[in-house]
């Protein structure tokens, strides 16, 4: 009998069929450990079927906080027979695998099993249907989380289904607890990971409700969208609150519709958005167009996950940059924003609707599909200094809509607000509004549009530097990369390597090409097969990066995957 023992952080994963109930033990298990007083962080991987293929999920609990994926399984919970299989490039001699017998029967020597009775101990409680909550029972009682917290996050997780099925659950759970309290008593397992109290009472999110507090901190009154994974769960937050945040939400026929209702709602004096992916953004070019032409200012969510179109709808990639770059007809300025992180992804999606009233342009936040569903605890975000500005005027009778000015903003009025008319026209327009064909307006028209990347750049974030100034070796990585290339720096404790971490993709930061140049070896990563910010890069710079790494198998970086690549380049 082999004793396993896991200390400051163990990494367990959750795998079976799709439609096992896996996200729902994740939901429980990931609230009970951060109740628990650990660190915790969760993300998954599934595919786009309803049923049938293998979903997994991973939590990590740690005594310090972990905000990355990694490759690393300590604990695989198995809850199908195709759960060793799916996972196998990340098995090794040092993983424990917990299961049914009748799902790793079929399994040839050498793996480290415990097998235990889920599905006899599930059909006792009433179908095989409980044994995800049984095996999440044994993990809870193995991380040595109390009953009681345990029992309240059943309680939550299935409170709307009733009385009834919230004390099965809870029978179920305690079942669970009985075994891990017979592994834990055996010896054959045990977890010793330091709590910290405080954590307890710190928030637990993932980036989408991140993503959605920023807007609605922002003054968010109004969204439309058409559903697309992994924007949907944007939508659906965004809905869930509308009432009590006063947005209306509005679930648009087709994804053209979507973003000019976004657009119309700007227009008519409500702070709006839209959530799409990289397919459905393609057809919300022509809108992107508009919002420029007619200088009515939008944000544009984009969930960002492999191309071309429907591509992999459920995995993740950094694929749409040049889409929202390069989007729309036309010359005229915008800004992209790719937060890496819960609390830059609550600051820049705040900061996004006062940028587009403000300057009266489209701006974009990048996400993608890993980010979108990371989830971990998080102290309080810092509200101190969050103001919903207010760029809109009373318009008087001589008012023009389109009025040309020294930084190219015209005063911004809305229909219904003063005595003025609030003109607007996707073809080309005069000062007032009114169509015209004038070649000589044409070009001041343009030049007023293009005057306002000046006022854009005036709050454009500085990217982040990681580590020491007095550098040798520069990583670059951009939103969803932030967490694994952290970690792996740290993990490497290379003090002449630091990490230039971009928040705002576009316009870039003046110091960009400082920090380049200051480098004697530069290394990119990026979840795209053509490095299409190290493009943007030498666009807007010159600079050429000398070293790509590039992932598109619709996987994010892991952790160790950074460490081997950077390893690599410094004893090369």
């Known amino acids: 009998m082999s004793f396993d023992s896991f200390k400051e952080d163990v990494s367990i994963v959750l795998c079976g069929e799709a439609g096992q109930g896996i996200q729902t033990v994740e939901s429980i298990l990931v609230h009970a450990i951060k109740k628990g007083g650990y660190h915790v962080f969760s993300t998954k ?62 399994l040839k020597e050498g793996y480290d099993l415990i097998k235990i009775p889920l599905l006899d101990m599930a ?168 919002s420029g032409i007619i200088e009515t200012p939008v944000v544009i969510y984009i969930g960002q996950r492999p191309g071309p179109a429907v591509g992999l709808p459920t995995r993740t990639a950094q694929e749409d940059l040049n889409l929202a770059f390069y989007s729309g007809p036309g010359e005229f300025p915008r800004a992209i924003f790719a937060p890496g992180n819960l609390e830059d992804a609550f600051e820049l999606s705040q900061k996004a609707f006062n940028l587009a009233d403000r300057c009266q342009v489209p701006v974009f936040i990048l996400s993608d599909q890993y980010f979108a569903d990371v989830f971990y605890n998080q102290s309080p975000f810092d509200l101190e200094g969050l103001e919903v500005e207010d760029h809109t005027i009373k318009t008087g009778k001589d008012y023009k809509r389109y009025k040309i000015t020294q930084n190219g903003i015209s005063p911004r009025g809305i229909p219904g607000f003063g005595d003025g008319l609030v003109i607007v026209d996707s073809d080309e327009h005069d000062e007032e509004g009114h169509l015209t064909e004038d070649l000589d ?101 010159g600079f050429n990066i000398e070293s790509k790494v590039l992932k598109y198998n619709g996987m994010p970086f892991s952790v160790e995957e950074v460490e081997e690549n950077l390893k690599e380049l410094l004893e090369g």
């Open 45 to 106: 991987e599934y595919m786009s079927r309803v049923r049938g293929g293998e979903n997994s999920t991973e939590i990590r609990i740690s005594s310090k906080r972990v905000i990355s994926y990694v490759d690393r399984i300590d604990i695989l919970l198995s809850l199908s027979k195709g759960a060793v299989p799916h996972l196998e490039n990340r098995i090794s001699s040092k993983t424990v695998i917990m299961g049914d017998d009748q799902h790793l029967k079929s």
């Open 123 to 290: 059909k006792e409680m009433g179908g095989v249907i409980f044994s995800n909550v049984i095996a999440a029972g044994a993990i809870a009682c193995i991380l040595n989380i109390p009953r009681s917290i345990f029992e309240s996050c059943i309680e939550e997780i299935f409170a709307r289904k009733g009385e009834g099925i919230v004390k099965k659950d809870i029978a179920a759970g305690m079942k669970g607890y009985e075994i891990g309290k017979e592994l834990v008593d055996s010896g054959r397992i045990k977890v010793d990971i330091e709590t910290n109290p405080k954590v307890a009472d710190e928030l637990l999110l993932d980036g989408t409700e991140a993503v959605g507090l920023g807007c609605i901190a922002g003054g968010c009154r109004f969204m439309s969208s058409y559903p697309m994974t992994p924007s949907t769960p944007l939508q659906t937050f965004i809905a869930q609150n509308s009432k009590d945040f006063d947005i209306i939400f509005e679930q648009a026929e087709d994804e053209i519709a979507a973003i000019n209702m976004a657009i119309a709602g700007f227009y008519a004096g409500a702070r709006s958005m839209v959530a799409t992916s990289g397919s459905g953004f393609a057809l919300m070019e022509e809108g992107v167009g508009l």
């Open 441 to 541: 307006i044409r070009e001041k028209m343009v030049d007023k549009r293009l005057r306002k990347l000046n006022e854009v750049q005036k709050d454009v974030i500085p990217p982040e530097l990681v580590g020491n100034h007095d550098y040798s070796t520069l990583v670059i990585g951009w939103g969803s990369t932030y967490g694994p290339i952290k970690e792996a720096l740290d993990n490497l404790k290379a003090e002449d390597m630091s990490f230039l971490y971009f928040k705002q993709l576009y316009p870039l930061h003046p110091s960009t090409e400082k920090y380049l140049k200051n480098a004697e070896r530069t290394v990119i990563f990026e979840n795209n097969a053509q490095s299409q910010f190290a493009d943007l890069i030498k666009l807007k710079t």
